[in-house]
């Protein structure tokens, strides 16, 4: 005969409060991580002695800044595709390459414009070049800041292809990185919002 010893039936139910516990601790260090570096991307940003050197090529550090943007991006895809929980670490993923992206074009709208203030409709402080790059990646296109110059225009048509791409990318490889790591863990498949 077994017997069974006591409390053994409340064990699956401590079982699942501990597994509800260390996702809300794993959710909860994601986002404390997400806040650091977007916290810390937005104070360079915002202290970074952005065009005070008008001899260095605009161009050239929008395609370094792109570069990091690209690394960053094979270094979240990788995580994704180790990762016993791909789900937060994809959702995590986009949380830290979206501001990425978002000010690495406001920082080169800032730089393009204390160059030659004519590049746009309107003045720009860094705000403003952060609240163009969101309306362009969003296409919201509000009509408020427009590009004027060629050089410009070409820029913020060269955001609207990275935007695409970005886009793409994230709805394409990592969510499918999302969907293989998942299912080589022997998880259901995430439910497609």
Avoid: N
């Avoid at 406001?106 to 070049?129: C, G, H, I, K, N």
Wanted: overall charge positive; aromatic content about 6%.
């Amino acid at each position: 005969m077994v017997t069974s010893a006591p409390g053994d039936s409340f064990r699956p139910l401590d079982d699942a409060r501990a597994a509800r516990r260390e996702m809300r601790r794993l959710v909860a260090v994601a986002v404390l991580r997400v806040v650091v570096v977007t916290g810390t991307l937005v104070i360079v940003y915002a202290t970074a002695p952005l065009g005070r050197h008008p001899d260095e090529s605009i161009v050239v550090k929008l395609c370094l800044a792109l570069l990091v943007l690209v690394i960053v991006l094979v270094l979240q895809f990788l995580s994704v595709s180790k990762s016993p929980h791909p789900t937060l670490k994809g959702v995590e993923s986009v949380a830290i390459t979206v501001p990425l992206l978002i000010l690495s074009f406001a920082a080169t709208y800032y730089v393009m414009w204390q160059a030659d203030p004519a590049s746009f409709t309107e003045s720009l402080s860094r705000v403003d070049a952060v609240y163009l790059s969101v309306t362009i990646l969003a296409t919201v296109g509000f009509g408020d800041i427009t590009p004027v110059s060629e050089s410009a225009r070409l820029i913020v048509t060269g955001q609207m292809i990275v935007d695409l791409i970005f886009v793409g990318l994230i709805a394409k490889v990592l969510v499918g990185a999302v969907q293989r790591r998942r299912q080589a863990l022997g998880h259901p498949p995430a439910p497609l919002m």
